[in-house]
């Protein structure tokens, strides 16, 4: 039996059965790791193997702490790991080792799982295509001269190729999702609050980005969102959490879906993407469910005028020790300056007004669901891109204006914080993924992972169509 094609729940219950132990789980996916990272860059910082082989060992024998027990994880270079290098793909930061444990590492840790290493992202996680100038490039399992995503792509692509079982990721614009589709795999943004972060910096106004599970499965990525999830007293808006593996059973029969396409054509895509994503509408309905196709039920201009503001304002804010030192603002990539000096620009009024855009968004959204149990977007405008390229330039014969916003398509999800699961939804024709979102109001994250399992019991294109090695 190959051990890296099992799913994290899979392995979590053989272990706890003892028909398999963790030094074995972890010698297949190190072996797995030196077959084919080389060629995909997605786990990086990559801990001894002896070391990992001798914690594995010790693990066979201890005392479970959680369902993670024994399974190697690569966290995501966005999250401080204790004794484990933390780059942020920063060269300000290639060599820095924390201390301790951000509190999404500490939880994960606490429920079982080895550190192995890290997984790619871009520097500052700006931008969803993974390269940096302190561990390269993370390509794409289906098509190595082609982008990962981001900025999970180091956590996708690992996940696509069964170098980890699960990953954990960070989605501020789109950075669960998008990975997940060019990778087929799955990802999901929390509605915001359920996975908590740091008490550091602003904790008031920075509720914009969360962290989140992937995974191969929809239980893996339900479960791993259990040991995620739960208030932070120190941190406001903290949502308590539940055991999501358990609120998992359901069909889609009267589950009624909003299909928001392309909004109206706001959002440019290349072609195939709509077609791949109504032919998955169509299966839903199939299955049960109500689709109802709607036009844009706000004007995207405003939510990209509040994304854009907000943003900026965000880093601005709290990269301004970075920028105000002239030789760490010289190590800065491009895209971090642009979003820095255009929040340096800001003022009140037009943070106050962004607020209030993203606020009347929100009511509208929130009346919406009261006839909607979900509404579906595409989760990308392009298909996986060169890894040369640094963001697609052009959608569909449209100039794209910023370096983020060829992917627009998420912003009416990540600006109100709303629960999001990218599902697969097949391969267009060069062979490369796509996935769509799934999105529930706030709060309602259990409902949505539901969906998801049913699509996933239906579909399962990890499964079907992994990577070829």
């Known amino acids: 039996m190959d051990l890296t094609a099992q799913s994290a729940s899979d392995l979590s219950r053989r272990i706890a059965a003892r028909q398999v132990a963790p030094s074995e789980v972890m010698a297949a996916h190190l072996e797995r790791i030196a077959a084919v990272n080389g060629a995909l860059n997605a786990v990086v910082s990559l801990r001894d193997p002896d070391v990992l082989m001798a914690e594995a060992r010790a693990a066979d024998d201890a005392e479970p702490q959680g369902w993670l027990h024994g399974l190697p994880l690569a966290v995501k270079d966005l999250c401080a790991t204790a004794g484990l290098r933390t780059t942020w ?27 192995i290493g890290k997984t790619n992202t871009p520097e500052w996680g700006h931008g969803s295509h993974s390269f940096n100038p302190v561990h390269g490039v993370t390509r794409n399992p289906y098509d190595p001269a082609r982008t990962a995503g ?3 792509g180091g956590a996708a692509a690992a996940l696509a190729a069964r170098m980890v079982p699960v990953a954990d990721g960070s989605d501020m614009m789109g950075s669960l999702r998008n990975p997940a589709a060019f990778c087929n795999v799955y990802g999901f943004r929390p509605s915001w609050g359920l996975v908590p972060s740091d008490a550091e910096g602003d904790t008031f106004l920075a509720t914009l980005a969360t962290e989140g599970p992937m995974g191969r499965t929809v239980e893996d990525v339900a479960r791993l969102l259990t040991v995620q999830a739960g208030v932070n007293p120190e941190v406001p808006f903290g949502r308590e959490g539940l055991d999501f593996g358990a609120a998992l059973n359901t069909d889609l029969r009267g589950k009624r879906i909003a299909w928001l396409a392309d909004w109206g054509g706001a959002y440019a895509m290349e072609p195939g993407i709509l077609p791949l994503c109504e032919a998955a509408l169509r299966q839903m309905e199939e299955m049960g469910a109500r689709v109802a196709p709607l036009p844009p039920p706000f004007p995207a201009e405003k939510l990209w005028q509040a994304w854009t503001v907000l943003r900026a304002m965000l880093n601005a804010g709290g990269m ?13 990539k491009p895209e971090t300056l642009w979003e820095i000096e255009q929040g340096r620009g800001l003022s009140a009024a037009a943070v106050h007004e962004a607020s209030v855009i993203r606020s009347r968004y929100y009511a509208h959204m929130a009346r919406l669901f009261t006839r909607f149990d979900a509404v ?5 405008q392009v298909w996986p891109f060169p890894v040369e390229w640094r963001w697609p330039q052009e959608v569909a014969g449209r100039r794209m204006d910023t370096y983020h916003r060829w992917m627009e398509v998420v912003i009416p999800i990540s600006l109100i914080g709303l629960p999001a699961l990218s599902v697969p939804v097949g391969f267009g024709a060069a062979g490369l993924p796509m996935g769509m979102q799934i999105a529930g109001p706030v709060g309602a994250d259990a409902a949505v992972l539901a969906i998801g399992q049913a699509w996933h019991l239906a579909t399962d294109w990890p499964g079907k169509q992994p990577p070829r090695d």
Do not use: C, E, H, N
């Open 89 to 115: 793909g920063s060269p300000l930061f290639a060599d820095f080792v924390p201390a301790k444990d951000d509190l999404l590492a500490a939880r994960m840790r606490g429920a079982g799982a080895i550190f």
């Open 150 to 152: 981001g900025s999970s």
């Open 320 to 332: 301004k020790a970075l920028y105000d030192d002239p030789a760490k603002r010289a190590q800065l």
């Open 376 to 380: 579906v977007l595409p989760t990308a």
